[in-house]
């Protein structure tokens, strides 16, 4: 190696870090490890908060899901009446919410992690559910399941990442043979070589949403910094020793790399003290090109890691993608609706109907999830014309009809 690069301290932009998945058990704590440091789902938050891109999409995947709220299923029949105290429940399942806000806490949870929790409260006659709740699912973890491969405990904790300021509070989990307490009812979708916690469906795209938030951070803190371009900065001082340089390097690395700082600046050293210092613009050449063409690729990971099969149907827009005609669109929103939100309405109602049967008086009723298809969606433009009235139509649309 030369002097003059010998003498060149090469500071690398910085890795986006991503915490390893993994369930670890560690003997003197009684929960599982949700992923590295206990924090995963904190991970999986911060992404959700820092991309707008995939906050969109689970946004919308949220919405489509709830649609209307939630729709009761046999709660007349005609030999007992009406279902009036599942009916009841279901409108005040606790002294706070009804229980389509439960449902809909439960869809966010589902898309976010993969999974979601409800603390039951069973009367004290213990045959009925007194109250039911949403849990936030960030909050839970997981005991270590037993010889039968059951978990029987599960663990609360405000915030995990301060356990000795909170503390955390046992729960025991769902059994209805032993109606008696508070008990946690955890659903989690199922994904081979995980055993007590779920990863959410888009875990292929993380890397790419990652980037999607690095990306905003790396032109927020440019303009945070003056929009300047980066520098090399060569002192005349001397050469430092190869352990000074490592030092030098390292703390550069921390302090200079990364979205963060955005704009700033590299240091050399020399050993011609009668030099001054040479500052050496850095500039990249076609950069405003290259983030367009990795925003274009990290849009695609990202909506295939969704397995949104149209961007319009989150409410993006991209110059790169061609969204087709109207037909198109309504097949995507079959294609979508059929593969994506059905099943994780599926997984909530089941979940809530599983607990409406150990409601006082329960005589079948169940509760269904609702769809809220656009009439464009259902109809051809052509087809609507021929049906509804220029009135009608500005109606649908939301447009004022002026009377003369």
């Not at 089941?350 to 609702?370: F, Q, S, Y």
Request: charge should be negative.
């Amino acid at each position: 190696m030369d002097s003059n690069s010998q003498n060149l301290i090469s500071v690398a932009m910085s890795k986006i870090h991503l915490p390893n998945y993994r369930e670890t058990y560690i003997r003197e704590k009684p929960w599982v490890r949700y992923g590295e440091n206990n924090l995963f789902p904190y991970f999986l938050q911060e992404l959700a908060n820092k991309s707008a891109l995939h906050n969109a999409i689970v946004s919308s995947k949220v919405d489509y899901s709830y649609a209307k709220g939630l729709d009761a299923k046999n709660a007349y029949n005609e030999n007992k009446g009406a279902d009036l105290s599942t009916l009841l429940f279901i409108n005040h399942p606790n002294p706070y919410e009804d229980l389509n806000s439960i449902y809909r806490k439960c869809l966010y949870d589902y898309v976010m992690y993969g999974g979601f929790a409800l603390n039951i409260i069973w009367a004290k006659d213990r045959e009925n559910i007194a109250e039911l709740y949403h849990i936030d699912f960030a909050k839970i973890r997981s005991g270590v399941k037993d010889e039968r491969e059951q978990v029987k405990n599960y663990y609360y904790c405000e915030d995990w990442a301060n356990v000795r300021r909170y503390g955390y509070k046992v729960v025991n989990a769902y059994n209805p043979n032993q109606k008696s307490g508070s008990q946690l009812l955890y659903v989690k979708e199922y994904r081979p070589g995980t055993q007590y916690y779920p990863l959410p469906s888009y875990v292929g795209a993380l890397n790419y949403i990652a980037i999607d938030a690095e990306i905003s951070n790396f032109h927020l803190a440019h303009i945070i910094n003056g929009m300047s371009p980066n520098y090399m900065i060569n002192f005349t001082n001397g050469i430092p020793t190869d352990e000074e340089r490592r030092k030098i390097k390292q703390q550069f690395e921390t302090e200079y790399t990364g979205s963060d700082n955005a704009g700033k600046f590299f240091i050399t050293f020399s050993e011609d003290k009668e030099r001054v210092p040479i500052l050496t613009p850095i500039s990249a050449d076609n950069l405003d090109e290259q983030f367009i063409q990795l925003q274009d690729t990290v849009l695609q990971n990202i909506l295939s890691g969704h397995k949104v099969v149209s961007p319009m149907l989150c409410g993006i827009k991209s110059d790169g993608i061609n969204f087709g005609s109207g037909e198109e669109i309504r097949n995507a929103y079959e294609i979508y609706t059929n593969t994506v939100i059905k099943p994780i309405q599926k997984e909530v109602c089941d979940a809530l109907n599983k607990i409406l049967t150990n409601t006082l008086h329960w005589n079948g009723t169940e509760v269904c999830p609702t769809s809220a298809t656009p009439l464009s969606f259902m109809w051809s433009e052509s087809t609507l014309t021929q049906i509804l009235t220029p009135v009608e139509m500005r109606d649908m649309i939301g447009l004022e009809n002026k009377t003369e």
